[in-house]
């Protein structure tokens, strides 16, 4: 299965807002409503921020929000802080019962 | 509180064999579909296998007929047994409770392999 399309990098001020975005195919993230988010920092574990295209898990700051058009899904973020500074991750449900990622946007809070 | 350790991670040659385990707490691993995913050195995440809560499995095309994906309900643990290894497989290994499909809720600290002559 082929990786999805992520930016390698995205930046913003702190209160400023981001996006991310994330383009598939009609295999994966244009063929259903399973994309997920993760926010991983270096040496900790994944966390999941988005999934069901746009469902925060339990504790996820409603500054974050997703969404999805077509074959591109979007990771929003608002009010960016330094904490937020991380690699961030999309992965899509495949028709092959398998999973795909992003090759992971570094984003960089200025 | 739910918690997964994984262990079994270390130095091996090309072409040998090694079992990873991911031992769960405060939750039922049969009852999850658990998850293999890994990262290369300075690369991304990359989804490697699913074991369903009904016994099916599914593996990524880079690992397909290598790698194996079993669990001991008796020790609530579920393994990755990682055969013909090569150079390319060297990732740490995250083990991950799935939810939705393709949503890993709750993922362990990584246990490291490394292939190397």
């Known amino acids: 299965q082929s990786a999805l399309t992520q930016p390698a990098s995205v930046s913003g001020s702190p209160g400023q807002s981001i996006t991310i975005s994330c383009t598939g195919i009609?295999?994966?993230?244009?063929?259903?409503?399973?994309v997920s988010w993760y926010q991983h920092h270096p040496g900790k574990a994944p966390k999941l921020m988005i999934y069901d295209v746009s469902n925060r898990p339990s504790g996820v700051s409603s500054r974050f929000s997703g969404s999805k058009f077509g074959d591109t899904a979007s990771l929003a973020i608002s009010g960016l802080q330094a904490k937020d500074e991380a690699d961030y991750y999309c992965s899509s449900f495949t028709t092959n019962n398998t999973v795909a990622f992003g090759g992971g946007t570094k984003l960089t809070v200025l | 509180e739910m918690q997964v350790v994984e262990s079994g991670g270390g130095l091996i040659q090309p072409g040998g064999s090694l079992r990873l385990s991911c031992v769960a707490s405060?939750?039922?691993?049969?009852?999850?579909?658990m998850n293999w995913v890994r990262q290369a050195p300075g690369k991304g995440l990359e989804w490697v296998s699913v074991l369903h809560s009904g016994g099916s499995a599914y593996f990524a095309e880079s690992v397909k007929g290598r790698f194996k994906i079993s669990r001991d309900n008796s020790k609530n643990t579920l393994y990755l047994q990682m055969n013909s290894l090569r150079v390319e497989d060297t990732a740490i290994y995250y083990c991950?409770?799935?939810?939705?499909?393709?949503?890993?809720?709750?993922w362990g600290q990584g246990t490291l392999v490394t292939v190397s002559s």
């Open positions: 009609s295999s994966d993230v244009d063929g259903y409503n399973y």
């Open positions: 405060g939750f039922t691993v049969s009852r999850n579909h």
């Open positions: 991950a409770r799935g939810g939705p499909p393709a949503a890993f809720d709750f």
